[in-house]
């Protein structure tokens, strides 16, 4: 039935006759928005749909739905209107009262009492052991009771802070006594002992005196010092090879030059030469510069190879195989063990290493001359190699000396600090199998705590869920939270709770007392509530799929500005829900704020182009108009013609003038006019002391109340009955120069981008950036306040430093004082500071302010009487102990001991320098 809908007939209030309003004209048309100011007849028309929905008729207006032919259609059953307007949220949502009512999604009321008073008691119960429990638990955090693990550490902590670990500290030559951790706690009770005390002390002075024996040494040489290895009789190989005769081949005169370079020590020249001519790109000799042919160079290398034949080329490869033993390792490390030893090794070293130069040599005078002996005999490198085995060998057995001396120490060492751990194991025995058995309690009473804690969760998360079932709202509370949620782009921003058949709100998870609900945040629910109640009795498989038509009623404008994006983002959801949900279904919005008419249309366009690409079969049509003189019209004039207006005042703030300087007056006063008419319904000179305007104008408020309304809009007020009239009393503005009206043009826009950015950003987008900048020069709230000059007070500033030795009534006695005025409120009197103790925070020679009390927490600076003594200081309490602190770390804590007299004298609260 909704399909065949093209309007509504109304009569009654503003309408005075029938008046037939077609909003879905054509068949696809199925999202209307109407914009129209206020007292255009919106609420009217709504007004009527909710009488259509109800089937309630009054005697002072009448409706009816039509058809395109104008007829009038009946409400079908399976058919259903849906309003939202004030109305609505006024009959819907009393936050003061009873809450929101009852919403039923899915089905009837099941009887759940007995469950729910079975688990009402199972959860008394839980609770009960719970706090037995917690309890419990409680004793074992109390570190002076005997049931806390804490309790018996500290006793093992006092004992083995005495001997062991003085003992201990003695034995590793520290001056500081080592620390008790808790791991050496457990390592110490962990041990398994099975001498007494007086067989672990006769063996611990016995291996005691024999660590005394052993030297003190910091040095150790993990690494064997090893010999330098080499073949017998290497030398006797190396000069046979030197010597061997590589036998001359027959050669021709050609070759025989290339035999007599050779053994004149130019071979590589000759080799040179082989490898440049065996390039078949070679057609030039690089030595003489003549041209060769193939046959040259073919004849060439064959003469070369002639000459350095196979026994040549493998007499070479065994000379270059040579090779001699290693001398790299760095013994000066051990000059400690012996300086000389290590000094006799390093020369011989040297002198190994300068006849392997020898052998080098000859060597090389070979490889350059190889038809040619060369004839030595061996020159000793082996006698020398072995006479410096023998100097190794001596240093390795002092080495090995060493390091077995080391590892005997070290062992006596280990056995005399476990010796020591034995002894304090028997010492703190009984202790630690206290703390060990407290821990396992304690262990289990948390376990117990844990499952107490889960029984009573469980039990209540179960009974919670029963009596949201009992009321049958529970899935109705979830979706209104969830669509709070959805507006606010947070979680738990705003939420409802289900208490006692009550519904109650909370903010961030806190209580929210219901007259510090806001407005706008009513209202929010009251949508989301509204968007929920469409849904009732549908089963969940089937939501949006029933035929309806919603209408509603300025769903933004009223709301907080800060929520406008979240409003339109879910309005836009559950538009694409309804219509996508059912191809029959409908929606008309109505509205006086023209942003929102702007982002409604855009919404419409969107659900246009989606339904249209997604291809559903379906097309969706989005029809606009404006609601004024009782008719539905183009919107387009009007809203441009508001447009313009802001325009020419923009054009005329950034010094464009010409033909605006009589008509500019005027078109501020209308435009003003205009946009507090359709954002908050009322005048200007209303504007200007509406609390929420005032609000929102945030810190610029004073400016604009005091300002800009005294010298634009005074006596101007009888101008809202003729806001759109082209002709006005300008004589105002004859007295004002032109830089004072782009001064005030510039104040219009920004009092209207405080209150509204959104809505001037979408008629002006071009001026935003010049606004922005605007208001940096708008004077704050800051600078119109007047500075009250401080009281100044007479106190006495006694001539005494503060640290100086003083009697304990020092401030009750004939101290010389002089009189100081000082704005200084909460000091009662003032005194000077000698010493650096407190620095940097209260230098040497500063005058400090003392309030009086009898008592200072820790931490905070103030003056104290000690024995005579007066003081600048910071109280602590730590370790049952009480200390006066410095802030200057030179200074140690004074403690406070049994039998001293201690008194406070009141706190520093200010430090002139």
Not at 296 to 310: A, E, G, P, T
């Amino acid at each position: 039935m909704i399909e065949k809908v093209k309007g509504l007939s109304i009569c009654g209030r503003c309408f005075s006759k029938k008046t037939n309003l077609t909003f879905f004209p054509n068949d696809n048309d199925r999202i209307a928005i109407v914009y129209g100011k206020n007292g255009s007849g919106k609420s009217t028309i709504s007004d009527g749909f909710s009488q259509i929905a109800s089937g309630e008729d009054t005697e002072e207006l009448s409706a009816s739905l039509i058809d395109r032919a104008d007829n009038e259609i009946d409400l079908v059953p399976e058919s259903k209107i849906f309003v939202f307007n004030e109305k609505y949220i006024d009959e819907n949502v009393k936050i003061d009262a009873d809450g929101l009512g009852t919403i039923i999604l899915l089905g009837g009321q099941v009887d759940l009492q007995a469950d729910i008073d079975r688990y009402t008691a199972l959860l008394a119960t839980a609770q009960e052991e719970h706090d037995v429990a917690q309890t419990a638990l409680q004793s074992f955090g109390n570190k002076n009771n005997p049931l806390s693990p804490d309790y018996h550490f500290t006793r093992i902590k006092k004992v083995l802070q005495g001997d062991w670990a003085t003992t201990d500290a003695a034995i590793k030559g520290n001056k500081i006594n080592s620390k008790v951790t808790e791991e050496v706690v457990r390592e110490i009770g962990g041990l398994s002992v099975s001498e007494t005390k007086e067989q672990l002390q006769q063996k611990f002075d016995e291996t005691k005196a024999l660590l005394d024996k052993v030297a003190d040494v910091t040095t150790s040489y993990p690494v064997p010092i090893g010999g330098i290895e080499f073949t017998d009789g290497f030398e006797r190989v190396i000069c046979d090879l030197l010597a061997e005769l590589v036998e001359k081949p027959v050669l021709t005169e050609r070759e025989s030059m290339i035999l007599s370079m050779i053994q004149s020590g130019r071979q590589s020249i000759v080799e040179a030469a082989k490898n440049d001519f065996s390039d078949g790109a070679t057609t030039v000799c690089p030595y003489c510069f003549r041209e060769i042919d193939d046959e040259y160079r073919r004849s060439l290398i064959n003469s070369i190879n002639k000459v350095l034949n196979k026994d040549v080329d493998e007499h070479k490869a065994e000379l270059r195989a040579i090779s001699f033993p290693g001398f790299g390792q760095d013994y000066s490390h051990f000059t400690d063990l012996d300086a000389g030893l290590v000094k006799e090794i390093q020369e011989q070293i040297e002198n190994c290493q300068k006849l392997i130069e020898q052998y080098l040599a000859a060597i090389q005078l070979k490889l350059n001359s190889i038809y040619n002996p060369v004839n030595i005999a061996p020159i000793g490198l082996e006698n020398s190699i072995q006479q410096l085995n023998v100097l190794l060998s001596k240093l390795e057995s002092k080495r090995q000396e060493f390091v077995d001396a080391i590892q005997r120490r070290k062992a006596i060492l280990r056995d005399l600090l476990l010796i020591n751990k034995k002894i304090a194991h028997l010492q703190i025995g009984q202790a630690y199998r206290d703390y060990l058995k407290q821990q396992r309690e304690m262990r289990a009473a948390e376990a117990k705590l844990q499952t107490k804690q889960k029984e009573v969760n469980e039990t209540s998360e179960h009974l919670k869920a029963l009596e949201l079932q009992k009321s049958n709202v529970g899935l109705a509370i979830e979706n209104i939270n969830n669509a709070l949620d959805y507006v606010f782009f947070s979680h738990g921003r705003l939420s409802i709770e289900l208490k006692n058949d009550k519904y109650y709100l909370k903010s961030n998870g806190n209580d929210v007392k219901p007259k510090s609900v806001s407005l706008g945040e009513r209202n929010i629910i009251a949508l989301c509530y509204f968007f929920t109640q469409i849904l009732s009795n549908q089963d969940v498989g089937r939501l949006y799929q029933d035929e309806e038509l919603v209408v509603i009623d300025d769903p933004i404008s009223s709301f907080d500005f800060e929520n406008k994006v979240g409003i339109s983002s879910f309005l836009r959801y559950q538009t694409h829900r309804i219509i996508k949900g059912n191809a029959k279904s409908k929606i008309l919005f109505l509205t006086h704020d023209l942003s929102t008419f702007s982002d409604l249309q855009k919404i419409a366009d969107e659900m246009e182009k989606s339904f249209k690409k997604q291809k559903l079969g379906v097309s969706v049509k989005g029809k606009s108009f404006e609601l004024q003189g009782r008719t539905l019209s183009d919107p387009i004039k009007s809203i441009n013609e508001y447009r313009d207006l802001l325009h020419m005042i923009f054009n005329y703030a950034m010094g464009n003038i010409e033909g605006l300087d009589l008509a500019i007056g005027n078109s501020m006063r209308r435009a003003l006019e205009a946009f507090s008419t359709f954002i908050y319904g009322t005048g200007i000179a209303e504007v200007s002391f509406d609390p929420k305007v005032i609000k929102s104008l945030g810190n610029h408020s004073r400016y604009f109340e005091n300002l800009m309304y005294r010298l634009v809009l005074h006596g101007e007020s009888h101008f809202e009955t003729r806001v759109y009239a082209m002709q006005g009393d300008l004589s105002f503005y004859r007295f004002i120069s032109e830089e004072e009206k782009q001064r005030t043009c510039k104040e219009v826009l920004c009092f209207m981008y405080c209150l509204s950015p959104d809505h001037i950003e979408s008629h002006i987008p071009d001026a935003i950036h010049e606004i922005q900048k605007w208001m940096a020069d708008i004077r704050t709230n800051e600078e119109f306040d007047i500075i009250a000059n401080p009281k100044k007070r007479i106190i006495h500033l006694y001539d005494i430093p503060l640290s100086a030795g003083l009697g304990e009534n020092m401030l009750d006695s004939d101290i010389p004082y002089v009189e100081y005025e000082t704005d200084v409120e909460d000091g009662d009197f003032a005194l000077r500071v000698s010493g650096d103790s407190m620095e940097p925070d209260i230098p040497n020679g500063s005058t400090v302010f003392v309030k009086k009390q009898s008592e200072i927490a820790d931490g905070i600076s103030g003056a104290f009487f000690l024995n005579g003594e007066v003081y600048c200081k910071k109280l602590l309490h730590k370790d049952g102990k009480v200390f006066l602190c410095s802030d200057n770390a030179e200074y140690h804590p004074i403690e406070i001991h049994d039998g001293d007299t201690l008194k406070v004298y009141g706190k520093i609260v200010k430090v002139l320098c």
